[in-house]
Structure formats: structure tokens, C-alpha cells
């Protein structure tokens, strides 16, 4: 019997993403579309690289599985992310319909829990998984960037 991957497997993998966006001087945010314990999409911020603004890993991720899976909508999938979304990435994600949203630390200032962002009424959102992790490398991101 194969047991089911837990949220903390895949948040581990979306570390991942955001250790290579931090090794890229990108702000260390990292993200994976899972579906059946299957890894769809995998992506960090590319804002820097493409100079593009609306380069988020959100937004990356949910581009590659809709191309993945050969459709817009993702009712049946989970995003892990190592921060809350922001605004942005939120409504992408209301219109994509994700099932299930995971993110490791809060964005107290743009997240979408405190810009009062709505999401799809059939997508849950639950956060803290991971926290401290992502939380860390975004400390060691900004303070790199002060000095």
C-alpha cells in the first residue's frame, strides 16, 4: 500500500523553487501545482529574469498546468506556495478555479487575506505549513538586499 504525500512533502518541494529563485536574485518565492499526489508544475519568481512584474511563482505554476493538463481550470488541484498569494496571483487562481491553496508564511501587507481578496467559493485555503523555513530565506533575501 502507497501512502499519500503529506503537505509538508510538497511545501519541501516549493522550498525548493524558492531556494533557486533566491540563488537567482529573485525574491525567494517558490511554488508546485499538485493533482493525485503528482507533481504538474514546478516554479519560482522570474520577475527580475523576464522584467516582468507579473512573473510570480503563481503565476508561472498555473500557466504550466493548464498546459500540462490541456485546460484552464484546476478543480482538482493544490498549490503549495512558500507565501500567501498576493492580489495578483489570488484572482488567477479564483478564475483558474484551483481546488486547494497551501502557503507557508503570511504576507501580512499584500497577501490576499489582508487586501480582503476573494477566492473561488469552492477553493480552501489553509496557511503556516512550513512557516519558519520560508519565512527564514525571505529574512535572509532582504537583509542581503539592505546591506
Not at 59 to 81: E, H, P, R, W
Not at 114 to 122: D, E, I, S, V
Amino acid at each position: 500500500m502507497v501512502l499519500p504525500l503529506d503537505d509538508c512533502y510538497f511545501m519541501k518541494k516549493a522550498l525548493q523553487e524558492a531556494t533557486y529563485a533566491f540563488d537567482a536574485g529573485e525574491i525567494p518565492v517558490g511554488a508546485v501545482i499538485v493533482i493525485q499526489d503528482r507533481i504538474i508544475a514546478r516554479s519560482h519568481n522570474l520577475t527580475e529574469k523576464l522584467n516582468d512584474v507579473t512573473a510570480h511563482a503563481e503565476m508561472q505554476a498555473i500557466t504550466s498546468a493548464a498546459n500540462f493538463l490541456g485546460g484552464k481550470y484546476l478543480k482538482d488541484c493544490t498549490l503549495y506556495v512558500t507565501l500567501e498569494p498576493c492580489q495578483m496571483c489570488a484572482g488567477a487562481l479564483y478564475w483558474s478555479q484551483i481546488g486547494r491553496i497551501v502557503y507557508a508564511a503570511k504576507d501580512l501587507q499584500r497577501g490576499c487575506g489582508a487586501m480582503g481578496t476573494t477566492l473561488h467559493p469552492k477553493t480552501s485555503i489553509e496557511g503556516g505549513i512550513m512557516e519558519q523555513e520560508a519565512a527564514l530565506l525571505l529574512q535572509r533575501f532582504f537583509a542581503g538586499k539592505r546591506k
